[in-house]
C-alpha cells in the first residue's frame, strides 16, 4: 500500500487545481486519487446491437491489465452475456425482491383512489373486485399510502436475482430479469448497488433510451455511446445524445464496424462537437473472435493497442491509480 | 345493446382493428340502430397495460359487449371482472363485424385469444419484444 506522506496545497502556475500533492514513490497524485473516488464509465447505445458489450468487456479486461482494480457491471439485465466473455466464478447469489400491494377485500370500501392514482394499470378496482397486476407494479407504493381504509398493505414478489462473483482480479456484477417480467430498472438499481470499491466501474448499459437505460447510466462520470455508421445508428444515436444531454451527462463516442455503411454519423459527431474516442473497424477477425467468445484485447495486438488508447483517453491518471492499487 | 369494436378509423364502414388495447378508435354501436359514437383510444401509446386501461375506459361508457381481432389476458380478465363480453376473430369492417354478431356468429370468447404484449409491437431494437412470446 502507498501512502501519502505530504500534501502539498499550493498554486503552482501552469497546474491543474486538481493536483494536489505526490505519493511516497514520488507518483503526482490528483484530488481523485486523494478521495480515492471510483471512475464510473457508462457504456450504452440507441441502437442495439452496436457493440456495447464488446467494448465494455475488452475495456474492462484492458483497465485490469494496466493494473487497476475494476468492476464489470452487466446492467442489460434482460439478457446480460458479459460473462459469456469474462467467464466469471460467481460466489454470491440473491434474489431481487420488489414490493407490490396485497388487498383485502373485506376491508375495501370499493372508492377507486387506488387505481386513480397507479400510473401503470398495477391495481384496478372493477366492481366488487379489486385487480392486481403485480408485474406491472413499480412499487411506489402509492396505492396503499392513499387507501383510505387499510386494506391494502405491502407485499414483497421476487422479480429478479443478483450475481457477484470474479474473473481472475476483474469483479463481475450481474443481473438477470425473471422471464415475463417487464419492469427491469430495480434489478439494474441492485446491480449497481452491489457495485465493489474499485478505481473503474464498466456500466454494461441496456440498449434505447428508456427507463432502464436511465437507470443504468445515472450518476455515471461518462458515458460512451456506442454506434455504427449506418443510417438506423445514427437515428438511435441521436436519440441517445439527446438522453445523455437530458441528464446532463459528460458522454463521447465511439463507432463500432468503422468502415461500413455510411459518413453520416462522422458528420454528425463533427457538427455536434461529439468526441469520437475510437473508431473500431469493420473486421471479420472480430466477429470471429466474438462467435468463439473472446476478447479481441486478449488475443489480437492491433485491439489490445486500441482499447489500451481507448482506457487513455478515459482515464489519462490510470498510470497513478494503479500505482495506488498496487 | 350497446357494444364496442376496436376499428382502424371513426366510421362503421372502417376496419375492425386487430389490437384490443392499441387499437387508434373504439366505435360504440347500439345494435338496435347502428346509431354510434366513435371514440378516440386515450391509451394508444401507453407503455404497457394498455388492454387494462382500454377496459377500464369501455366499462366507464357501459358497453356490455367488445368485437375486436384479439384480446390478451390481462384485459379479458379486466374485461370479465367489469361482466363485458368479447368475441375475438373479427375482421372486415364494423358494419359486417356487428351485422355477424348479430347473426350470432361471433360467440363470446372463454379466454384470451393471445399472450401478453400483442399489440405493443417490438422494441428495444433487436425484435426482443415480439407480440407473440
Known amino acids: 500500500m502507498v501512502r501519502v506522506q505530504v500534501v502539498v496545497v499550493a498554486v503552482v502556475p501552469g497546474a491543474s487545481e486538481r493536483e494536489i500533492g505526490w505519493l511516497s514513490n514520488g507518483k503526482f497524485v490528483t484530488t481523485e486519487d486523494f478521495l480515492r473516488k471510483t471512475r464510473r464509465i457508462a457504456v450504452a447505445s440507441g441502437k442495439g446491437g452496436t457493440g456495447k458489450t464488446t467494448v465494455a468487456t475488452n475495456l474492462a479486461v484492458t483497465a485490469v491489465k494496466s493494473g487497476l482494480s475494476v468492476g464489470y457491471l452487466d446492467c442489460d439485465v434482460e439478457e446480460p452475456n458479459g460473462a459469456v466473455f469474462l467467464n466469471p466464478d460467481m460466489a454470491m447469489t440473491q434474489p431481487v425482491n420488489v414490493s407490490v400491494p396485497a388487498v383485502d377485500l373485506d376491508k375495501c370500501s370499493g372508492c377507486g383512489q387506488c387505481g386513480r392514482i397507479c400510473q401503470y394499470n398495477a391495481i384496478v378496482p372493477m366492481g366488487q373486485q379489486v385487480l392486481v397486476f403485480p408485474e406491472l407494479c413499480h412499487g411506489c407504493a402509492g396505492c396503499w399510502l392513499v387507501c383510505p381504509t387499510g386494506a391494502i398493505s405491502e407485499s414483497r414478489r421476487q422479480i429478479g436475482q443478483l450475481e457477484v462473483g470474479k474473473a481472475g482480479p476483474l469483479h463481475v456484477v450481474q443481473g438477470l430479469l425473471n422471464i415475463g417480467e417487464v419492469v427491469s430498472p430495480p434489478v439494474i438499481a441492485a446491480v449497481k448497488g452491489a457495485a465493489p470499491d474499485v478505481d473503474l466501474l464498466v456500466i454494461d448499459s441496456p440498449p434505447g433510451t428508456s427507463c432502464p437505460v436511465l437507470e443504468s447510466v445515472r450518476k455515471s462520470d461518462l458515458v460512451l455511446l456506442v454506434t455504427e455508421p449506418t443510417p438506423f445508428g445514427l437515428h438511435d444515436l441521436r436519440l441517445a445524445v439527446a438522453m445523455v444531454r437530458a441528464l446532463e451527462l459528460p458522454f463521447a463516442v465511439v463507432i463500432n464496424r468503422a468502415g461500413t455503411g455510411d459518413g453520416e454519423t462522422r458528420a454528425y459527431c463533427v457538427s455536434q462537437r461529439l468526441e469520437v474516442l475510437a473508431e473500431i473497424p469493420e473486421d471479420r477477425q472480430v466477429a470471429g473472435a466474438y462467435s468463439r467468445g473472446e476478447l479481441v484485447c486478449d488475443t489480437m495486438q492491433q485491439y489490445r493497442e486500441l482499447y489500451a488508447e481507448l482506457l487513455r483517453k478515459i482515464m489519462p491518471n490510470t498510470a497513478s491509480m494503479a500505482a495506488r492499487s498496487a | 345493446m350497446k357494444i364496442a369494436i376496436t376499428a382502424t378509423a371513426q366510421s362503421l364502414d372502417a376496419q375492425v382493428d386487430s389490437r384490443f388495447g392499441r ?101 428495444g431494437g433487436r425484435g426482443r419484444r415480439a407480440g407473440r412470446q
Open chain 2, 23 to 123: 387499437c387508434p378508435y373504439y366505435l360504440i354501436v347500439e345494435t338496435e340502430d347502428l346509431s354510434f359514437t366513435a371514440l378516440a383510444n386515450p391509451g394508444v401509446s401507453q407503455g404497457s397495460g394498455a388492454g387494462i386501461q382500454a377496459a377500464q375506459f369501455l366499462a366507464d361508457k357501459g358497453v356490455q359487449h367488445i368485437l375486436t381481432g384479439n384480446c390478451g389476458p390481462k384485459a379479458h380478465q379486466t374485461l370479465a371482472a367489469a361482466g363485458i363480453s368479447v368475441s375475438v376473430g373479427c375482421s372486415g369492417t364494423v358494419r359486417e363485424a356487428v351485422e355477424q354478431f348479430k347473426t350470432g356468429k361471433l360467440p363470446a370468447a372463454s379466454g384470451p385469444s393471445v399472450g401478453g404484449r400483442f399489440g405493443a409491437g417490438s422494441g
